[in-house]
């Protein structure tokens, strides 16, 4: 079982920055999820634990990045230029084997689930 403790969430200055981190148990295909109220799940980052490939979605691309550390368990999404649109709950996720490509957009690709970060921009 995967446990899967995020952190790093909070308010921060339209325009500005701020880092999430999640650490887990082990070294998982892993990614990041969000949801703002009202509005249904996005996918933000799928990162390969094989070091295949990242994978990010549209909204954020260009803006955010990810890194990795401790021995590649733990998954640090660094978002710049953030904008309102981005408020929302950030959930990192794990996946159990290696995804193929097609899949990583999929929230059901993924076994594990953390409870979720809030992340709030405004002016």
């Known amino acids: 079982q995967a446990q899967l403790v995020e952190s790093g969430g909070g308010w921060v200055h339209t325009g500005g920055s701020l880092r999430l981190s999640c650490a887990a148990s082990?070294?998982?295909?892993m990614g990041w999820f969000r949801q703002a109220p009202g509005r249904e799940r996005e996918f933000v980052v799928a990162?390969?634990?094989?070091?295949?490939?990242?994978y990010f979605g549209n909204s954020v691309k260009g803006r955010f990045t990810v890194s990795r550390d401790n021995g590649r368990k733990t998954l640090h999404l660094q978002m710049n230029n953030l904008k309102d649109e981005d408020t929302a709950v950030y959930y990192c996720?794990?996946?159990?084997?290696?995804?193929?490509?097609?899949?990583?957009?999929?929230?059901?690709?993924?076994?594990?689930w953390g409870q979720g970060v809030q992340v709030t921009v405004s002016s």
């Open positions: 990162d390969k634990r094989s070091r295949a490939g990242t």
């Open positions: 996720v794990a996946a159990l084997g290696d995804p193929i490509t097609s899949s990583m957009r999929d929230a059901s690709t993924y076994d594990y």
């Open positions: 082990s070294v998982y295909t």
